[in-house]
């Protein structure tokens, strides 16, 4: 027995010295690409972010703090002063400057397919004052300039310039604390430790990312050991990974809100049924007699399994113009069908109700529930659930009457959700592209874009909730239903840190 | 034998040119990627330049003319989505694929074919009814299930297998590392199930048919041993069917290892070709599908030039 113990020790001294420690995460979704100015989706952007750096970084509830940017100025509405931090490397030895950082920003707005077009959009130029010194100009005066750098992940000029898209979308070269070993597409990705990073050595040695797309083999994974952290945790498994000693689980508030919006543009809604040949979404009080009738609180509990959040405006409580006096009313069907009778429906109407069904957490079944708890006001509503491949491209061109869909304030700040769901439609001015029910308010145009370039924090709110107070309580220009959770499985071994923008950051779990 | 093969490669090029046409069209028609390429916030401005950069505000007929002329240079075109050429991305992917429908093949084929011959044999015994009534599960239960089940027991309870992933690869193939061939046992098996079943079913049959013509009885009643009669007059004319159905099963196994691959996490030709028609991406799914059509073709060929070997009488 005593050998038994000697030897044990002897062992788990072994195995707190030699062996390298090695972080395995198992992922819902993989990374389509390793180049960080492609695809702008979140799994991808999430993988990156362990070896790229930005200029500024989110922190674990999306506020902004430093990364490459050592510190910032904004001496004037439209300039931004930002100085860089010294002695930082890329993985392969090239000093990171000034050239860098406007060489990233250049490729972005050059590069025709790149998705992070929009977040440079309305930066004009970008020029270098010294190596460690670069001035940025604004096309307006800009207040989310920072939180939008927060997706501009720094390249390395002298090895990437005058690669193909090709080369560059397989050598991933940052600065951050990983540092690109091999990808088996659909299978691993795998990183390991930058020994110079800026920040100090990561904790762990090695850090695999495993792409385990199917609910069960991912809790499967995570039973069995083989992999540290899973995201996106099916919610029917919740409860036997709770069950088990050696796991935690973690439930973080998301961004993401899924809502209904509708055709407040049409005479003749394509899609809808009515006794009088008119399209009733055009009446606010048919728009809020939905908001009435639609049992959220069941959705939660029997669809969501608990993991969601009740909503009543654009964006939680996080996101920079939040406004706190804005309630979700009490379901209350008997007050919905005495708004669908003043506007002259007291027998209801039918309706097609798109939705997709591979898109956001239980989509087809929240429509279903949508349109049961609608048929007890007399709304017939007929749910369209179709592959997101279909639904996407027919809502952009406003071939529906009624849609479920969702949007992430991906920024952390308002804005993002009211430019493009409650701005009227405007391409020129680049506005209002997902507002596809076409809901149209002067009064919230103007206060969008004057808040869009208010440069005084307090102001600015006060904009946007007089913009979010008439789209939402008075003209209910989308009926919210629920803000996703995000929820994480991880081992007891480590400290898991879960973040509002669902990126796995490794350099921060221990 | 050259005319015929020439004759042959002329008939695939044209099944694979209008493969080609259907796909193109089909994806052409089923909407917009760029909707799907770009975020939310993205501008009507950058949706045309995308649409624009990938060159999918053209004409079909333009559009189409474009994919010929990459073809001919050998070019299918570059993924919309991973943004890599569309034949680099499915050849990547496709030794994981190959690799899980060859061994699962190899299996059903080893076991299942002795097995049939031995239910065949004695019909009634109660070895022969147990092996049907397996094989009758094998065919029944889905494949999903039966995945899950070895995940469960033998992953989850009794930790001996990894549950998902390809382990480690060597020359294009996990079946040459330890590590590798431990990742493999589940997903092989799994895939194999149905395939065993319904090749001891097959065997079995053809067995029993052939076991009742005169020509085994003449060589029964000259004397010749059981063993010789079984294993070579019986066995070799209850071939020609067996191949056929293997080779048509091959095909299926390549193009449908899905459910097996969404199971074990296996990066394999099924998950990307699934994820590659969710994203509209459309150079990945015409890539696939021709390459898929093309493997159809040779192991038709294949089968045709075997029928030779195994019946004389055959001629292609």
């Known amino acids: 027995m005593k050998r038994l113990t000697v030897a044990v020790a002897a062992l788990a001294l072994v195995g707190t010295m030699g062996v390298a420690k090695t972080l395995k995460v198992g992922l819902a979704s993989g990374a389509y690409t390793m180049d960080p100015q492609a695809f702008n989706e979140t799994a991808t952007n999430s993988i990156l972010s362990n070896i790229f750096d930005t200029l500024v970084r989110f922190d674990e509830n999306i506020k902004v703090h430093p990364d490459l940017a050592e510190s910032w100025t904004n001496p004037e509405p439209k300039v931004w002063i930002i100085k860089l931090r010294k ?10 400057n000034a050239d860098d950082v406007v060489f990233t920003f250049n490729r972005i707005k050059n590069w025709k397919k790149s998705g992070f077009k929009g977040k440079v959009s309305m930066i004009d130029k970008v020029e270098k004052i010294d190596d460690y010194t670069v001035k940025f100009i604004t096309k307006k005066a800009f207040p989310v300039f920072l939180r939008k750098l927060t997706y501009v992940n720094m390249l390395d000029k002298e090895t990437v310039e005058g690669k193909s898209d090709e080369w560059i979308g397989l050598h991933p070269i940052g600065t951050g604390p990983y540092k690109f070993v091999l990808w088996r597409k659909g299978d691993q990705i795998k990183f390991k430790a930058n020994p110079d990073y800026w920040a100090g050595k990561p904790k762990f040695d090695d850090l695999i990312f495993r792409v385990l797309s199917n609910n069960a083999t991912r809790t499967a994974a995570i039973l069995s050991g083989e992999v540290d952290i899973i995201n996106r945790v099916p919610v029917v498994d919740v409860n036997r990974i709770k069950s088990n000693d050696k796991l935690n689980t973690f439930v973080k508030p998301g961004l993401r809100l899924i809502y209904l919006q509708m055709d407040q543009f049409r005479e003749k809604s394509p899609y809808v049924k009515t006794s009088d040949g008119k399209n009733p979404f055009l009446d606010v009080r048919v728009r809020r007699a939905l908001y009435y009738g639609i049992n959220e609180d069941a959705i939660i509990k029997f669809i969501m399994k608990g993991f969601a959040a009740p909503a009543a405006q654009f964006h939680p409580d996080v996101v920079v113009g939040y406004d706190p006096t804005i309630k979700r009313v009490k379901y209350d069907p008997a007050k919905a069908k005495k708004l669908l009778a003043q506007a002259g429906y007291p027998n209801g109407f039918s309706v097609v109700l798109d939705a997709p069904n591979n898109r956001y957490i239980n989509d087809a079944q929240i429509a279903q529930a949508v349109a049961s708890s609608l048929a007890k ?14 639904f996407f491209p027919r809502t952009a061109k406003q071939d529906t009457s009624f849609f479920l869909i969702g949007w992430a304030s991906s920024d952390g700040d308002g804005s993002s959700m009211l430019d493009g769901v409650v701005h009227s439609k405007d391409d020129v001015k680049g506005y209002g592209r997902y507002n596809n029910g076409k809901y149209s308010n002067a009064d919230v145009d103007r206060l969008i874009e004057e808040s869009d370039a208010n440069m005084n924090p307090a102001s600015r709110v006060k904009e946007m909730r007089e913009a979010q107070q008439i789209a939402i ?12 959770v995000d929820i994480y499985a991880s081992s007891k071994k480590i400290k898991f840190v879960p973040r509002t923008d669902s990126r796995i950051w490794a350099f921060d779990i221990k | 034998m050259l005319k015929y093969i020439l004759n042959r490669l002329f008939h695939s090029a044209i099944v694979m040119f209008v493969i080609s046409f259907i796909v193109f069209f089909i994806m052409f028609k089923a909407g917009d990627p760029v909707q799907l390429l770009l975020p939310p916030d993205a501008t009507q401005q950058d949706v045309i330049e995308m649409r624009h950069a990938l060159g999918i505000d053209q004409s079909f007929i333009k559009q ?29 992917r496709l030794p994981a694929t190959l690799e ?3 061994l699962a093949m190899i299996f059903s084929i080893i076991f299942g074919v002795p097995l049939g011959i031995i239910a065949s044999i004695r019909p009634k015994a109660w070895y022969s009814k147990a092996i049907m009534f397996l094989s009758l599960s094998g065919i029944s239960v889905p494949v999903f299930w039966t995945g899950m089940v070895l995940v469960l027991v033998f992953s989850v309870l009794l930790g001996w297998l990894p549950s ?22 589940m997903p092989v098996l799994t895939l194999s199930f149905f395939q065993l079943a319904l090749i001891l079913r097959l065997t079995r049959t053809g067995m029993m048919e052939v076991m009742m013509q005169d020509y085994i009885k003449l060589a029964t009643a000259k004397g010749v041993p059981r063993r010789v009669v079984v294993y070579y007059h019986a066995l070799k004319n209850s071939l020609i069917p067996l191949i056929t159905v293997i080779g048509i099963q091959f095909g299926q196994l390549v193009a449908f290892t899905i459910v097996t691959e969404t199971i074990f996490a296996w990066p394999g030709t099924g998950k990307l070709i699934i994820d590659s028609i969710q994203n509209l991406d459309r ?29 004389p009488r055959v001629r292609v």
């Open chain 1, 87 to 96: 002695g930082v490397k890329f993985h392969n030895g090239n000093a990171f």
């Open chain 1, 377 to 390: 006001i007399g709304i017939k509503v007929k749910v369209n659930a179709t592959p997101k491949s279909s």
């Open chain 1, 473 to 484: 309580v008075k003209d209910q220009s989308i009926i919210p239903l629920h803000y996703q």
């Open chain 2, 64 to 92: 189409y003319e474009a994919f010929l002329r990459n073809v001919a240079k050998g070019n299918l075109g570059n993924s919309f989505v991973y943004g890599q050429p569309a034949l680099d991305v499915v050849f990547e």
């Open chain 2, 100 to 102: 899980l429908s060859v």
């Open chain 2, 164 to 185: 998902s992933g390809r382990g480690e690869v060597y020359l294009f193939t996990s079946a040459f590392t330890w590590d590798g061939i431990k990742h493999l046992i």
């Open chain 2, 283 to 311: 150079p990945i799914v015409v890539a696939y599908l021709l390459i898929i059509s093309f493997i159809f073709v040779a192991i038709n060929f294949i089968v045709d030039v075997l029928y030779t070997f195994v019946d």
